[in-house]
């Protein structure tokens, strides 16, 4: 048997604290005259016994609360689907640049967080380079300690200066000895490759038959660098460096894919899908124990029961609960079951359930959580309207429900309000996640004004092309009608008549079989025909 939360066991040293108060007779200094008089002691044997009775049912309680379990040592092997592949994170100097928030480097990692999440199926093994290249992680599922390991690399980790793919592609085929995989596969997070070595990392490639994906941060606009003393980064010719996402890799992946990001992470899930697709997959059995059983039941069971035969009054017991354990707002008393339940079903993603079970416990953090599980399910205005009917939270969450509040109205396109609500949460708390919805809402608010603009000016100028159309329109139709007036206004020539001397010349020869034409003069009308 062992406790899920053995620091609940300190509680004891409370406990002792009261009998010592008890037995001192100095429950005044503990207590409220008005608690006091609920506390009926009745005729139930003496005081001594009903104390022994309540320290009994108090031990009892705080076992309950320590979460005592039966872990069997039953084992039963699992087969797992599997894979491998590699991520090498930049850390030279221009990941330092601040065009994607809070910096190149910082949102690298975050992304990198992300899709972890997302293939938490994988054995990743980390690599770092600049102009080197050395391994933070050898191939491990243990996505804790790397996001550990992660978190404290930043530019400073390597002394040498530049950005080597090379590095990283060579240190990436070493990690790969140790296993069978025919197919290598490896994400480079970097800010690009500034169109050098190309045909060398293309070679690389595909004579070590590793598959190349690449999540390139930043912006084509790029922007400067700082130099640590207050100044900028400026070249050998005294210009200042600005440092631009170049994305000119992607011609050489080798069956790979590229996805770009100016501060944007939701097409994470696509490359996820693309990794996936481009690796040898494998069954790995693992170990999984068997039998777990929760045992905190029955602790809680005979604590009722003495608490119960210790006081004549019900309310008693829920009052001395109430003062020795801090109940947080979202757990009643008899409420355990389903909020177990409940944090159970959302932690393993079947949020619909887990609405149903946080609906049956009438608490506002209890409201919270279904909200949140709505949220889940994607039913944001169902999640909104119980998000803006809570009150009363500690600091942190408040700052949590308008964090929520502000995340719907981003998945439902109300940019304006989603911005106002990140703000408030802002004012009463800092927090980094906060940040960078508040950021990405601003900048997608300033592309739809961009597009509204263009919009604007398009509508603009076929407006003026129709009008100029229709203006060419009518002054052809007017030219029409003049020509037609003018062609109209001059009668035609009536054809010569011939005359009976020829007639009868004509006649002659056509008897003579002497047929001969006589040439006429040609004249050219009004409208450029010929007429006879």
Do not use: C
Not at 136 to 160: A, E, M
Not at 371 to 376: F, P, Q, R, S, V
């Amino acid at each position: 048997m062992s406790f899920v939360y053995p620091w609940f066991l300190l509680l004891f040293v409370l406990l002792a604290f009261f009998y010592v108060a008890k037995k001192s007779s100095k429950l005044e200094q503990v207590f409220s005259k008005e608690i006091l008089t609920k506390l009926q002691f009745g005729t139930f044997g003496n005081k001594n016994f009903k104390s022994w009775l309540l320290i009994l049912a108090f031990s009892f309680m705080i076992i309950a609360l320590a979460r005592p379990v039966f872990i069997s040592n039953d084992k039963k092997e699992v087969s797992v689907e599997s894979f491998n592949f590699v991520i090498a994170l930049d850390i030279s100097k221009s990941m330092e640049a601040d065009d994607v928030f809070p910096n190149r480097l910082e949102f690298a990692k975050k992304a990198i967080f992300e899709l972890m999440s997302k293939t938490s199926e994988a054995n990743i093994a980390v690599i770092a380079y600049a102009n080197d290249a050395f391994l933070v992680s050898p191939f491990s599922n243990d996505f804790k300690s790397i996001k550990f390991l992660l978190s404290n690399l930043d530019t400073s980790s390597l002394v040498s200066k530049g950005s080597q793919i090379l590095s990283a592609l060579k240190a990436t085929t070493k990690v790969f000895e140790s296993t069978n995989d025919k197919k290598r596969s490896l994400l480079l997070v970097s800010d690009g490759a500034d169109g050098r070595d190309l045909k060398e990392i293309e070679e690389y490639l595909k004579k070590h038959n590793i598959t190349l994906y690449v999540l390139a941060i930043g912006t084509k606009k790029g922007t400067t660098l700082s130099d640590g003393r207050g100044g900028l980064i400026k070249d050998k010719s005294g210009n200042i460096v600005v440092s631009k996402r170049d994305d000119s890799i992607s011609k050489v992946l080798n069956g790979g894919s590229l996805l770009g990001s100016s501060g944007d992470l939701s097409k994470l899930d696509w490359l996820a899908e693309e990794i996936r697709g481009g690796v040898d997959k494998k069954e790995l059995k693992r170990d999984r124990f068997e039998g777990s059983e929760e045992l905190f039941y029955y602790p809680l069971s005979l604590s009722l029961v003495l608490l119960f035969f210790a006081f004549f009054s019900i309310r008693a017991p829920f009052l001395l609960v109430l003062f020795f354990v801090q109940v947080d707002s979202h757990a009643g008393i008899f409420d355990f079951v389903d909020i177990y339940d409940a944090k159970k079903s959302y932690e393993n993603k079947e949020y619909e359930k887990a609405e149903k079970k946080f609906g049956k416990i009438d608490t506002q953090s209890a409201l919270y959580n279904k909200a949140n599980a709505l949220y889940k399910q994607e039913r944001y205005d169902d999640a909104l309207k119980i998000y803006k009917t809570l009150d009363g939270f500690s600091i942190d969450k408040e700052h949590k429900r308008l964090h929520n509040i502000g995340n719907v109205y981003a998945k439902t396109g109300e940019t304006d309000k989603a911005i106002k609500s990140y703000k408030k949460a802002l004012e009463i708390q800092e927090d980094e996640d906060t940040k960078v919805n508040l950021e990405l809402m601003k900048k997608k608010k300033k592309k739809e004004e961009q597009k509204k603009k263009e919009k604007k000016k398009d509508e603009g100028e076929r407006k003026e092309e129709k009008k100029d159309g229709e203006e060419s329109d009518k002054k052809e139709k007017e030219s029409d009608k003049k020509e037609q007036k003018k062609s109209q206004g001059k009668p035609e020539e009536e054809p010569r008549k011939m005359s009976e001397v020829e007639a009868k010349k004509w006649e002659k020869r056509m008897n003579d079989k002497e047929f001969k034409t006589k040439p006429m003069r040609l004249k050219r009308g009004e409208q450029n025909e010929i007429t006879w």
